[in-house]
Structure formats: C-alpha cells, structure tokens
C-alpha cells in the first residue's frame, strides 16, 4: 500500500517562499515517479512538477519554471517542491502524486495520490 501525505501549505506573501514535502510511505518509493499538481478555487487540476525516481528528470510546467525546484530524497521517502518568487496566481491546493516506473513523459494517469495542502498567495 502506497500512501502520501503532503505538509508544508500556508499563507506567504507575493514573493515569498515555500516548501511543500510529500512522504510517501512502504518501501517502494525508489521506484515511483513523482509529481505535483495544484487545483486553484473554480478551475481544474493542473501538473506543476514531475521527478523520475532516479532523480536524474525533471520536468516543469512553464509558469514555475526558475521559481520551484522538485526534488526528492530516496532515503527518506520524501519529494519537495521549493517554491520561491510566489505569486498570487500559484494559489491553490497543491497534491502529490506517485505512479510506478520511470516516466519523462506524462504518465496516463497517476495511481497514488495525497490528500492535499492549501497555500495561499494574497494578491
């Protein structure tokens, strides 16, 4: 069973800075590719970040390009998302997501995914 749990949300100030963590629990996590994905109030979920389980890809969506930073930790179960330069419009819920294997392009769909934290960037 492969469980995720996301800490670090809160309320920052437009230029800011976060941190987003994601452990993920079981021993499986060296072999997951892991994402982030934010869901703003009134639109759909979009695709923000994803790391191959080596570590060796990253992939970003253009909005946070030169701003966040994924990264992740295999000894520690753990992937980041450091977010820096924050601007109103990355407002949202911000999940983590984990599927098997190495993918550099989007996987179909994601199987695991957490349950959410809610960072806010007063405009």
């Known amino acids: 069973q492969v469980q995720l749990v996301e800490s670090g949300g809160g309320l920052v100030q437009a230029g800011g800075s976060l941190m987003l963590s994601c452990v993920v629990s079981?021993?499986?996590?060296?072999?997951?590719?892991m994402a982030w994905f934010r869901q703003a109030p009134g639109k759909e979920r979009e695709f923000v970040a994803r790391?191959?389980?080596?570590?060796?890809?990253?992939t970003y969506t253009n909005s946070v390009k030169g701003r966040f930073t994924i990264s992740r930790d295999n000894a520690k179960n753990t992937v980041a998302l450091q977010m820096n330069n924050l601007k109103p419009e990355d407002t949202g819920v911000y999940y983590c997501?984990?599927?098997?294997?190495?993918?550099?392009?989007?996987?179909?769909?994601?199987?695991?995914w957490g349950q959410g934290t809610q960072v806010t960037v007063p405009s």
């Open positions: 079981g021993r499986t996590f060296s072999a997951l590719t």
């Open positions: 997501a984990a599927i098997f294997g190495s993918w550099l392009s989007p996987p179909p769909e994601y199987r695991y």
């Open positions: 790391i191959t389980p080596s570590g060796g890809s990253k």
